[in-house]
């Protein structure tokens, strides 16, 4: 059963900070990875696509690295704003069958930026 | 454009009665999902099609709920009938063609119908 774990599940910072969060994924098997973000009573956003073949995507303050031989992906945002506060949530679709169409998403890193 | 557009965004019911959710996808998108997000277990893929065509129901918990895609502008989730544990945030996602690999496809998401059953 393909596993998705992001770290940590909860992250406070000050404005300005620059900031890393995390996404394991048990199979690397994998097609692309997507981070979504999501605020409180709202649908998901896409922020960034990687493609299986590629090591990482950037869009503006936001770059989403992957690594498919550990299992890893990090989303890095530079000099945090408190509108960046929202659930970032890691997605990954697997290769083969059915299973392009399938995301299966982590739990979720709650990130606060404060003043 | 309008974006993926979910009704109604709230819906309060009685545990047994029939409760039915709608989506309208992307005008151009072939793909539709059909996600639900819980507290105890994230966001979890219900059901998707391609086509108006299911193709992977395998996230459906029980016979309880069904889905239809008569067109391509058009989806139901319907639950009957409905339980408390049921209840939850219900997500619609539209993409161009997912079945075909591109790995670009994302995936546009509606703001979700918030659902309890009492």
């Known amino acids: 059963k393909q596993e998705v774990t992001q770290i940590p599940a909860a992250l406070s910072v000050p404005e300005g900070e620059n900031l890393v969060l995390n996404c394991s994924f048990t199979?690397?098997?994998?097609?692309?990875l997507q981070w979504f973000r999501q605020d409180p009573g709202k649908g998901l956003t896409s922020l960034l696509l990687i493609q299986s073949s590629q090591r990482e995507q950037t869009s503006g303050r936001l770059n989403a690295s992957l690594d498919k031989s550990s299992g890893r992906s990090t989303l890095y945002i530079a000099a945090s704003q408190p509108g960046d506060s929202a659930t970032y949530l890691c997605?990954?679709?697997?290769?083969?069958?059915?299973?392009?169409?399938?995301?299966?998403f982590g739990q979720g890193t709650i990130l606060t930026v404060h003043p | 454009d309008a974006g993926v557009i979910q009704s109604p965004r709230h819906e309060v019911t009685e545990m047994g009665q029939e409760v039915t959710l709608r989506c309208k996808p992307i005008s151009g998108h072939n793909s539709l999902f059909w996600y639900r997000q819980t507290m105890m277990r994230g966001l979890e893929l219900l059901i998707y099609?391609?086509?108006?065509?299911?193709?992977?129901d395998s996230g459906m918990p029980e016979d309880r709920f069904s889905a239809k895609m008569p067109n391509a502008s058009f989806s139901t989730l319907k639950i009957q009938p409905s339980e408390p544990r049921d209840s939850a945030v219900y997500f619609c996602?539209?993409?161009?063609?997912?079945?075909?690999?591109?790995?670009?496809?994302?995936?546009?998401f509606g703001a979700g119908t918030r659902l309890s059953v009492l």
């Open positions: 996602a539209s993409s161009r063609d997912q079945v075909r690999p591109s790995g670009k496809n994302i995936q546009y």
């Open positions: 099609f391609n086509n108006n065509v299911p193709i992977d």
């Open positions: 997605a990954v679709s697997y290769a083969g069958g059915t299973s392009y169409g399938k995301l299966t």
């Open positions: 199979d690397s098997a994998i097609y692309n």
